[in-house]
């Protein structure tokens, strides 16, 4: 992938956890969270590289969330499926809405909920360097038609992680709107 120098600016077009698409304001990435079912005892949803050129390509990530909105399971990639609570540990810093995980290229990330006017969550590394952050629309900002507003952003040297970046978050703001 070419380097720009510039985050990926990944437009969160609903701003919804029942399903969304995240496209990059560059053309360089597009990702779908798509809701693939739904029943009294679970709701699955699956992470998707849409920019990929494979009609069937497989997912980045599965959430499988429990009956009344209860944690479930996660599957990255080809890997396992493991509860989410294992998963996204709580972490020592960053208060009772910060969660550590680590990803598949053996790193730890931790998402930090922000109470700033403009970013939701902040995406730190084991260096407390930025990775991402979800931000809100700015307040007074109109509203445009097939636009949330929110944004994703993920700075350049991970696309690599970007899959597991937006299945952590969907969590983490699931977690936070059903206050487990």
Not at 54 to 60: F, T
Not at 68 to 93: F, P, Q, R
């Amino acid at each position: 992938m070419t380097q720009f120098g510039m985050p990926f600016f990944l437009e969160d077009q609903t701003g919804e956890l029942t399903g969304s698409e995240f496209v990059d304001l560059y053309n360089r990435m597009r990702l779908g969270f798509r809701c693939t079912l739904r029943d009294t005892h679970r709701t699955a949803y699956m992470v998707y590289d849409l920019s990929s050129r494979r009609a069937s390509a497989a997912p980045l990530a599965c959430l499988d969330f429990g009956a009344n909105n209860a944690l479930g399971t996660i599957k990255i990639g080809d890997g396992e499926n493991i509860s989410m609570a294992e998963y996204l540990s709580k972490a020592s810093a960053g208060g009772k809405k910060a969660r550590k995980f680590t990803a598949s290229d053996g790193q730890q990330y931790r998402w930090v909920y922000q109470s700033t006017e403009d970013t939701e969550w902040m995406c730190l590394n084991s260096s407390d360097y930025h990775v991402a952050s979800y931000s809100l629309k700015p307040a007074g900002e109109p509203h445009y038609s097939g636009s949330s507003g929110c944004m994703l952003t993920v700075e350049e040297q991970y696309p690599h992680i970007v899959g597991e970046l937006l299945a952590s978050l969907i969590i983490m703001r699931h977690i936070v709107k059903y206050n487990l």
